[in-house]
Every structure is written in structure tokens, then in C-alpha cells.
């Protein structure tokens, strides 16, 4: 018998191999299942009485503690989707939906949204609201050096006017610009993502590409004029990003 055999047919080296392969196993197995402890089980677009679990099945409710007190339970019995205005364009099981109506307000492809809390995000040091305006943040204030887009105005890809920059809105954890505040014409304030501005410092205006002038009166506004939760801005994220697709009409058409 060879050194470090057990038996005849068996050495170490052959049983450490399949010890890491069941090991390995079960580790996919226990993360598959974890993963599922949110969004599941899926939603069917055939029948609401059917459940899809998947393999492995989900796993048993945990309950997790929050950093700023309360805990949630995952797995969870989950609130009812929102209805949307989309249809399938065919009838087979997971045919793509075309939204019905404005595209833009559809809440389908580029404009869905994830329903996070509707609760803002905190900073984990203070517990304070992580995203405010600068009137808010009176701590905080715009670099001298660096240009300042208040009373800037805003307009679409189109040319057209939007609205105007009224106030900035920072991010407290992370100490850069979130958004920029616009106010329409009619009054009324929205936010716009500071990675979709482009500054014109020289004509004194702020370009966006993503939607038409007109469009930021449909830009979802904020219940609180002081605060932006989870959910307002995955909706406001959303929305822009639809416009990359829905904006206009020859958006949606092939480039060749």
C-alpha cells in the first residue's frame, strides 16, 4: 500500500477532493437559497394561483435587525404590484410588454422602478438624511472656484426651456452633488440627476439629453419639498432613463 493510501483504492488526496466537491455543492445550494429571500417567489404572467420557487425552494423567514432600529423579515408577504400601463405584444408566456398610453409615464422597461422604502436614506454616523438641499445642509456651500448652476436654466434635447435651477442638493455620506433642483415654470420643483446635466458655462444654461423640455413637468415630484425617499428616487432615476428610449418617437426605431 502507497504512502497516505487508506485502502487499497482510496489515498487523502482522493477523499480532501470529494469532501471540497460536496462542500462546494452545498455552498451553491445555501447561496441560491439566500438570494431568495427577496423578490420571490416570482410573479407568473400566466395565472396569479401559480408559484414560482424555483430550485432550490425558498428558504425559511429570517428576521434582520436594522442599522437605525426596526427590523424587517425576508421572506415577507409582499403588498400587491401597482398596476401598470402595458400589454404583451404576443400571447406566450413572457412576450415583452408594450406600454399603452405615455410611454414615459408607463412605469414599464426603462421607466420601471424598484418599490423600496419610501423612506429617505440616512447617513450611518449621524442617522441624519443622507440627501438634502444646500438650504437644508446650511453646513455645506459651493466652491468659490467652481461654477455655480443656480439660476442656471435647464433645457431638453430639444432646446427647450424646462425650467431653472433654484438650489443643489448633496449628498451628506459621500460630500458631492446628488441633484439639481429645477423649478418649472407653473411653480412647481423637480430633480434632476447631476450626472445628467451638462453644463454650458458659456451659454449659462444646463443641457439634458435624456428628455424634451416639456417633459419636466411629468418628472415625479417630491412628497416632502425637503426630503427625497428610496422609492421617489428610483422613480425620478426611472424616469429619465426612459427617456433614452421613449422620449420621442424615432427613439424607439431601429438606427438603420
Given at each position: 500500500?502507497?504512502?497516505?493510501?487508506?485502502?487499497?483504492?482510496?489515498?487523502?488526496?482522493?477523499?480532501?477532493?470529494?469532501?471540497?466537491?460536496?462542500?462546494?455543492?452545498?455552498?451553491?445550494?445555501?447561496?441560491?437559497?439566500e438570494d431568495?429571500?427577496e423578490?420571490?417567489?416570482?410573479?407568473?404572467d400566466?395565472?396569479?394561483?401559480?408559484?414560482?420557487?424555483g430550485?432550490?425552494?425558498?428558504?425559511a423567514?429570517?428576521v434582520?435587525?436594522?442599522?437605525?432600529?426596526?427590523?424587517?423579515?425576508?421572506?415577507r408577504?409582499?403588498?400587491?404590484?401597482?398596476?401598470f400601463?402595458?400589454?404583451?405584444v404576443?400571447?406566450?408566456?413572457?412576450?415583452p410588454?408594450?406600454?399603452?398610453?405615455?410611454?414615459?409615464?408607463?412605469g414599464?422597461?426603462?421607466?420601471?422602478?424598484a418599490?423600496?422604502?419610501?423612506?429617505?436614506?440616512v447617513?450611518f454616523?449621524?442617522?441624519?438624511?443622507?440627501?438634502?438641499?444646500?438650504r437644508?445642509?446650511t453646513?455645506h456651500?459651493?466652491?468659490?472656484?467652481?461654477p455655480?448652476?443656480r439660476?442656471?436654466e435647464?433645457?431638453?434635447?430639444?432646446?427647450?426651456v424646462?425650467?431653472?435651477?433654484?438650489?443643489?442638493?448633496?449628498?451628506r455620506a459621500?460630500?458631492?452633488v446628488r441633484?439639481?433642483?429645477v423649478?418649472?415654470?407653473?411653480?412647481?420643483?423637480?430633480l434632476?440627476?447631476?450626472?445628467?446635466?451638462?453644463?454650458d458655462?458659456k451659454?449659462g444654461?444646463?443641457?439634458?439629453?435624456?428628455?424634451?423640455?416639456?417633459?419636466?413637468a411629468?418628472?415625479?415630484?417630491?412628497?416632502?419639498?425637503d426630503?427625497v425617499?428610496?422609492?421617489?428616487?428610483?422613480?425620478?432615476a426611472?424616469?429619465y432613463?426612459?427617456?433614452?428610449l421613449?422620449?420621442?418617437?424615432?427613439?424607439?426605431?431601429p438606427l438603420?
Amino acid at each position: 500500500m502507497q504512502a497516505g493510501a487508506i485502502t487499497s483504492t482510496i489515498d487523502v488526496a482522493q477523499v480532501a477532493l470529494y469532501a471540497f466537491w460536496i462542500f462546494f455543492f452545498g455552498l451553491i445550494i445555501y447561496l441560491r437559497k439566500e438570494d431568495k429571500r427577496e423578490g420571490y417567489p416570482l410573479i407568473s404572467d400566466r395565472s396569479d394561483a401559480v408559484r414560482l420557487d424555483g430550485f432550490p425552494r425558498m428558504p425559511a423567514p429570517k428576521v434582520f435587525l436594522l442599522p437605525h432600529g426596526g427590523s424587517v423579515m425576508a421572506p415577507r408577504e409582499e403588498p400587491p404590484q401597482p398596476a401598470f400601463d402595458a400589454v404583451p405584444v404576443a400571447a406566450w408566456p413572457g412576450a415583452p410588454l408594450q406600454p399603452v398610453g405615455d410611454p414615459m409615464l408607463a412605469g414599464v422597461g426603462p421607466t420601471a422602478s424598484a418599490l423600496r422604502a419610501d423612506v429617505p436614506d440616512v447617513t450611518f454616523e449621524t442617522g441624519e438624511n443622507r440627501v438634502v438641499p444646500l438650504r437644508v445642509a446650511t453646513d455645506h456651500s459651493i466652491d468659490p472656484e467652481s461654477p455655480d448652476p443656480r439660476n442656471m436654466e435647464v433645457v431638453g434635447d430639444d432646446g427647450v426651456v424646462g425650467g431653472v435651477v433654484t438650489d443643489l442638493w448633496i449628498d451628506r455620506a459621500e460630500t458631492f452633488v446628488r441633484y439639481l433642483e429645477v423649478t418649472l415654470a407653473a411653480g412647481a420643483s423637480v430633480l434632476l440627476p447631476m450626472p445628467l446635466a451638462k453644463f454650458d458655462v458659456k451659454g449659462g444654461r444646463i443641457i439634458v439629453h435624456s428628455i424634451m423640455g416639456a417633459q419636466f413637468a411629468d418628472v415625479p415630484q417630491l412628497a416632502n419639498p425637503d426630503q427625497v425617499t428610496l422609492r421617489e428616487e428610483d422613480r425620478i432615476a426611472a424616469f429619465y432613463a426612459g427617456g433614452n428610449l421613449f422620449a420621442e418617437p424615432r427613439r424607439m426605431e431601429p438606427l438603420l
